[in-house]
């Protein structure tokens, strides 16, 4: 089957996904006259359109007409690069691909919503009578998952969408679970038995998961198992780009170093208790200590203010890193750059950097980040032809020290030509925002 076979081939590269990346779709709405629309870019998903109430929330392909859906790679890749933020060409095999993740995407989400009506009917023996699965899921404690989403796989929705890769074995009467990037869009589902909701077997992922549950029930809880008896989700860096000015409440069993992960990844979400006093306010600032490497410096601040305690000691020795670079081994430790040099630590530069994301202003591309020299952290920003030869790096990098006031930049100078290359090895990770340089140039910290 042709449908089965492009959804399982491992080279399908190119998706809906890395199209709706590309396509820079404020540009391409403002073009096309759709208005009323504000835009989020996601990581991963590209961007989307949604209007004030959230009512609507679509990317490329749910805004056209869906005659036209199919046409779009080809339409935008050969006629109208100007929509684009990087190059796109065009293939015929490319085409194929998109087209038929396209169908995948829309035929799991129909399957996903039939599974929601299905559960509403289906039945299950249960204690040797047939009982509405809902009220078996009531009667145990669990009538919280029918408020997160879930669904049940029937012989029904099997036959529907016979059309889909279905694993094989008998999985009639299990539970469907979504996880969502958008709270229109789901991007994966897996599966389990009604009372075992940590055994989630795989059914279809697109890109990565995101939150499990409910994002209207303004409360985040530690799990899946959490989210079994009480409404709720599951935190995902996705959420924070849906969560309304509505105050969001954290579940008591949310651990420590998951209230770090959503204090560093929240920006738009509000909460009634911040994740720094909910860690503080259940005595868990000991624990706090063991995951303190997670925190950035502006979070350090902020927690030595309110705890009252010295942190930075042990924040230092919890930052060391340690890469691979040829024969060599490096590490960032004290924020400075050493090698190991016949057993021992040699230093190679006074300083490090941190990129944190590389944003596209038209055709520049901007490095952002932060500067740590001893005891401080200054952040910066720097084009990226700073970042194309060592020389053009040692430059930009003493004027940004100069500028900044924080002294002179050292490099050992048996690593003058290899600076470039260690600095780039400790940021694989930085991510290119094309979002931030839609409505600004960069800032007065740019260097030239």
């Given amino acids: 089957m042709l449908v089965y076979s492009v959804f399982h081939n491992k080279y399908l590269i190119m998706n809906c996904n890395y199209f709706n990346y590309k396509v820079n779709l404020p540009r391409f709405c403002a073009k096309m006259g759709y208005a009323g629309y504000q835009y989020v870019k996601l990581p991963t998903f590209g961007w989307y359109a949604y209007n004030n109430d959230k009512s609507f929330i679509g990317n490329i392909f749910d805004l056209v007409n869906v005659k036209d859906r199919e046409y779009l790679y080809a339409l935008i890749s050969k006629d109208k690069p100007e929509y684009l933020d990087f190059d796109l060409a065009y293939s015929t095999m490319t085409e194929t691909c998109i087209k038929y993740n396209l169908l995948e995407c829309q035929l799991w989400s129909a399957a996903y919503a039939y599974s929601r009506k299905e559960l509403e009917t289906y039945k299950i023996t249960f204690k040797g009578k047939r009982t509405l699965l809902k009220d078996v899921l009531r009667e145990n404690g669990f009538a919280a998952m029918l408020d997160n989403k879930v669904g049940v796989i029937t012989s029904s929705l099997m036959e529907k969408f016979n059309m889909l890769p ?14 969502f990037s958008t709270p229109q869009h789901i991007c994966s589902l897996e599966y389990c038995v009604w009372d075992e909701p940590t055994a989630l077997l795989p059914l279809w992922l697109n890109g990565e998961k995101g939150w499990y549950g409910n994002l209207e029930s303004r409360k985040i809880v530690s799990g899946l198992k959490e989210l079994w008896s009480t409404p709720g989700c599951t935190w995902d860096y996705k959420l924070d780009y849906w969560s309304s000015q509505q105050i969001v409440t954290l579940s008591d069993d949310i651990t420590v170093n998951d209230a770090i992960r959503i204090w560093t990844e929240s920006k738009n979400t509000v909460f009634d208790k911040s994740p720094l006093d909910f860690i503080i306010d259940n005595g868990k600032i000991e624990e706090l200590k063991l995951h303190i490497g997670n925190l950035s410096y502006q979070q350090l601040k902020e927690a030595e203010e309110k705890t009252g305690e010295s942190l930075t000691s042990c924040w230092k020795k919890a930052r060391q890193q340690q890469i691979q670079i040829g024969s060599r081994t490096f590490t960032r430790r004290d924020n400075c750059y050493w090698v190991y040099k016949k057993g021992k630590l040699e230093q190679v530069t006074n300083f490090a950097i941190e ?39 040692h430059r930009g990098i003493k004027d940004k020290f100069l500028s900044a006031g924080l002294g002179v930049p050292i490099v050992h100078p048996s690593f003058f030509n290899k600076a470039l290359l260690v600095i780039d090895s400790f940021n694989q990770g930085a991510e290119i925002d094309t979002q931030q340089g839609q409505d600004s140039s960069s800032s007065d910290e740019s260097v030239g």
């Fill in 355 to 393: 990129i944190e994301t590389i944003v596209k202003t038209g055709k520049t591309f901007i490095r952002k980040g932060v500067i740590y020299f001893g005891d401080k952290a200054v952040p910066f920003e720097m084009d990226e032809r700073y970042f194309t030869t060592n020389y053009m790096f």
């Fill in 166 to 179: 279905w694993p094989k074995g008998e999985i009639r009467g299990k539970i469907l679970v979504p996880s």
